[in-house]
């Protein structure tokens, strides 16, 4: 399974971006997928899941309401909508693939990162 992230970039407070996830080699429509994010000198942390048929959407208290992350099937792709960025919202972003469900952990598959940057 191999997962390729895009979308990152640099953009002022209060702005927007749209991250996607193209995943290849691999059963999209049955995995979880999620969107996590390490920041400078911090650890990786949660951002967002979706299940395989939209039924759930989770998001970490940091982003809710200001994010969005959804999927299409027939396209193998997994989005991040961020509106409203904060500098603290500045991250390498990654996208990933859980074939088994079941939460905020256990991702098996791992994109390579897209970074974004939020200026004041």
């Known amino acids: 399974v191999q997962l390729q992230a895009s979308g990152g970039g640099l953009v002022q407070a209060g702005g927007s971006l749209r991250l996607s996830c193209v995943v290849s080699?691999?059963?999209?429509?049955?995995?979880?997928m999620g969107w996590f994010r390490q920041a400078p000198g911090k650890e990786r942390e949660f951002v967002a899941r979706?299940?395989?048929?939209?039924?759930?959407?989770d998001y970490a208290g940091s982003v809710k309401g200001r994010f969005t992350i959804s999927r299409d099937n027939a396209k193998n792709t997994v989005y991040l909508q961020m509106n409203s960025l904060k500098p603290d919202d500045t991250a390498v972003y990654y996208c990933?693939?859980?074939?088994?469900?079941?939460?905020?952990?256990?991702?098996?598959?791992w994109g390579q990162g897209t970074l974004v940057t939020v200026s004041s």
């Open positions: 990933a693939a859980d074939p088994d469900g079941g939460g905020r952990g256990g991702y098996d598959y």
């Open positions: 080699r691999g059963t999209f429509s049955r995995y979880d």
């Open positions: 979706i299940t395989p048929w939209r039924t759930i959407t």
